[in-house]
Nanobody
Framework: QVQLVESGGGLVQPGGSLRLSCAAS????????MGWYRQAPGKQRELVAA???????NYADSVKVRFTISRDNAKNTVYLQMNSLKPEDTAVYYC???????????????WGQGTQVTVSS
């Protein structure tokens, strides 16, 4: 069974740091883009950061400079290093990835189950 499993969320004080991880497991042939989204209560899910298989990155304006996305292709894992966290970063963070399960097949989009990040004093 193919799945994305996130870890690393939690409670942190303003100005603190957290590192999220998301590992893709199961029978996977290839992974294209990977990314992180977040959804705060009462708000729509939004893109936080994304990274292509070649390492090109894209960030939401609200997290530029503070957050860094990276990936380890050998481990099928994407990371989100979050620094200088603010209360407005509080949300459920979801991992997202385009996975190719077999050679020559199409890519399918998968979501993780989400991990809560709470920034509060």
């Amino acid at each position: 069974q193919v799945q994305l499993v996130e870890s690393g969320g939690g409670l942190v004080q303003p100005g603190g740091s957290l590192r999220l991880s998301c590992a893709a497991s199961g029978s996977i042939f290839s992974i294209n883009a990977m990314g992180w989204y977040r959804q705060a209560p009462g708000k729509q899910r939004e893109l936080v950061a994304a990274i292509t298989s070649g390492g090109s990155t894209n960030y939401a304006d609200s997290v530029k400079v503070r957050f860094t996305i990276s990936r380890d292709n050998a481990k099928n894992t994407v990371y989100l290093q979050m620094n200088s966290l603010k209360p407005e970063d509080t949300a459920v963070y979801y991992c997202n990835a385009d996975l190719q399960l077999m050679r020559f097949s199409r890519y399918y989009n998968y979501w993780g189950q989400g991990t809560q990040v709470t920034v509060s004093s």
